[in-house]
């Protein structure tokens, strides 16, 4: 069965390159989810003219900005603009519900207040622990990125299909397990050259790419200077708008 995967954004937290930040929306098996959802990613959805309402599921890989604090944008849309009534599923790392409460509130304050007229669902996601999350199977990984964040890598499978996406850290045998066989591997590569810690770059995914034993790779969330030497690498490297068959 065929399944798709649109870099909705492939960008860093800084809009390097003028991209859009983390948002990778996977259609599969007649489920719609993303992978990641920016603060940016809500423009970015329409800008593509995806309905946001469309959205099943949202897999959060930690919890920086870049790659969840459009979450409460998507809220505040589904409940006053959008007005959904389809359910959606938020599933993600450790204390996820409290902190995207606080970052919600702090966004817009008296936010807690309002009530979804649409089945509203968070799942917390156990280290290593394959979790059906709606009709896909999660299993999140540790990596070492900013521990505040609970970062992982998530291992997404379904309709036959696996995608992995590193999310942001250094490379790790727990990130080397999430990838393992993946029919697609999404992975950061933030710089070209320069070793950066928690991140990963080029040499060191290079060094690894046995290790991940992926079966189609494409490289995102990348640096001016990555951005610079896209030309120079044999890797598919994304950009807002590709869409990849996986």
């Known amino acids: ?16 390159g003028g991209r859009f930040q983390t948002c990778i929306l996977i259609d599969a098996g007649g489920t719609r989810f ?7 990613s809500l423009v970015a959805l329409r800008q593509q003219d995806i309905d946001p309402n469309s959205i099943d599921t949202i897999l959060l890989t930690h919890l ?47 936010m807690h207040v309002m009530k979804p007229k649409f089945e509203l669902n968070w799942i917390e996601l156990e280290h290593g622990v394959p ?10 990984r540790p990596v070492k990125h900013t521990w505040q ?21 250094e490379f790790g045998e727990e990130m080397a397990l999430a990838a393992k066989g993946a029919d697609l591997l999404v992975a950061e590569c933030y710089f070209h050259d320069k070793p950066v810690p928690w991140h990963l770059n080029y040499p060191e995914l290079l060094a690894h790419k046995a290790d991940f034993d992926a079966r189609r790779i494409v490289l995102t969330h990348m640096s001016p200077e990555m ?14 708008g590709m869409v990849v068959e996986i």
């Not at 944008?73 to 409460?101: E, S």
């Not at 951005?227 to 807002?240: H, K, N, S």
């Open 1 to 16: 069965m065929t399944a798709t995967a649109r870099f909705i954004g492939s960008g860093d937290s800084f809009g390097s």
């Open 34 to 40: 993303t992978m990641d959802f920016g603060a940016s």
């Open 64 to 110: 920086h900005g870049d790659h969840c604090a459009g979450v409460p944008f998507l809220l505040m849309d589904a409940m006053l603009g959008a007005r959904r009534r389809r359910p959606l599923t938020v599933a993600g790392p450790r204390d996820l519900r409290h902190r995207m409460f606080m970052i919600a509130e702090a966004l817009f304050p008296g």
């Open 131 to 140: 979790t059906p999350v709606d009709d896909i199977l999660v299993t999140a």
């Open 149 to 169: 964040t609970n970062p992982t890598a998530l291992r997404a499978e379904i309709a036959g299909k696996v995608i992995c996406y590193t999310g942001d850290g």
């Open 227 to 240: 951005l610079a030497r896209v030309d120079d690498v044999p890797e598919e490297c994304a950009y807002d």
